[in-house]
């Protein structure tokens, strides 16, 4: 099963909150997200944004130039209904962030919870670092949460990679500064906790 098929079946059959990396709201990316972007004219890439309630948060705070992208359309779809009127607000992408062709420095801010350790090929995660040293502009923010060290080894049935903050920097390379890094334990719809690690860099 590929990647897309992979998903498009997940989200056909589970409920928004069903899934174990669902949150109400995503406070830690939502705060990391408004210091790297003081002006609400800022452009923001949501990676993975599928049917995550990040979008809903940001339009409440004032953001004008909000891109979506996810492998999935069934979950943009999702997304599109629940947000309403507030959907023709948002620039969807239904693409594989590995394959998808970007806009060259479009966006001042890229955000990635629980994409990159789905990676598991070295060629996958080149892939995507050249997609986001291609489309954020120098100066830009990139903000990307994995399992952490102590977080699963699988989920959604797929292998994942867990990263320590050192381990994620370095696939990102030498032209992404590493401002800061924080460990978070989710606390999944079903009880269970899991470790995520974020990194925050900017593109040189």
Wanted: some cysteine.
């Amino acid at each position: 099963m590929d990647t897309k098929t992979h998903w498009e079946k997940v989200y056909t059959t589970k409920a928004p909150d069903a899934v174990s990396w669902y949150r109400p709201h995503l406070e830690t990316s939502l705060a990391l997200i408004v210091r790297a972007a003081d002006a609400r004219t800022a452009s923001i890439i949501d990676i993975g944004g599928g049917e995550s309630t990040l979008v809903d948060d940001l339009l409440a705070r004032g953001y004008e130039n909000i891109t979506v992208l996810d492998v999935s359309q069934t979950a943009i779809d999702v997304t599109k209904r629940r947000l309403g009127l507030a959907a023709e607000l948002i620039h969807w992408l239904a693409a594989d962030i590995t394959e998808a062709e970007l806009e060259p420095g479009a966006y001042d801010v890229w955000h990635d919870r629980a994409v990159f350790h789905f990676l598991t090929a070295s060629e996958q995660r080149i892939a995507y670092v050249r997609n986001v040293a291609h489309a954020v502009r120098p100066g830009g923010h990139v903000i990307v949460s994995t399992f952490g060290p102590e977080g699963p080894t699988k989920c959604s049935g797929l292998d994942v990679v867990r990263y320590d903050a050192e381990s994620l920097h370095d696939q990102f390379g030498v032209r992404f500064r590493l401002v800061e890094s924080s460990k978070e334990l989710h606390r999944t719809p079903f009880g269970t906790t899991q470790q995520f690690l974020f990194c925050y860099c900017k593109v040189e």
